[in-house]
């Protein structure tokens, strides 16, 4: 069992930029891969990205490759979503969940735990 809790949502202007953190519970956070995901209003949960167990490896979706980064300390069971050039368009709840397989997958039903999110707004 883990339990995430993501934090480090706000309000910024576009252009600007934003940490994410998601805490993790537990003495296992280093045997899950880790997933960053975003839903707005009226739309599907969205990937974002996703890191390896080790931190050596992520892969982001499309959208926001080149501006927004992953990374983790499973020293402190903690991980991070670095996010730069914010648009309006990147205004959503976001949320980070953990994946126990170890195929890489964008699919959000295969991830096994989730945040409850924390929203990120970026006004114009």
């Known amino acids: 069992q883990v339990q995430l809790v993501e934090s480090g949502g706000g309000l910024v202007q576009a252009g600007g930029s934003l940490r994410l953190s998601c805490a993790a519970s537990?003495?296992?956070?280093?045997?899950?891969?880790m997933g960053w995901f975003r839903q707005a209003p009226g739309k599907e949960r969205e990937f974002v990205g996703r890191?390896?167990?080790?931190?050596?490896?992520?892969y982001y979706a499309d959208s926001v490759k080149g501006r927004f980064t992953i990374s983790r300390d499973n020293a402190k069971n903690t991980v991070y979503l670095q996010m730069n050039s914010l648009k309006p368009e990147d205004t959503a709840l976001y949320y980070c969940?953990?994946?126990?397989?170890?195929?890489?997958?964008?699919?959000?039903?295969?991830?096994?735990?989730w945040g409850q999110g924390t929203q990120v707004t970026v006004s114009s």
């Open positions: 969940a953990a994946d126990s397989g170890y195929v890489r997958t964008d699919k959000a039903y295969e991830y096994d735990y």
């Open positions: 537990g003495r296992t956070f280093s045997s899950y891969a």
């Open positions: 890191i390896n167990r080790g931190g050596s490896s992520t």
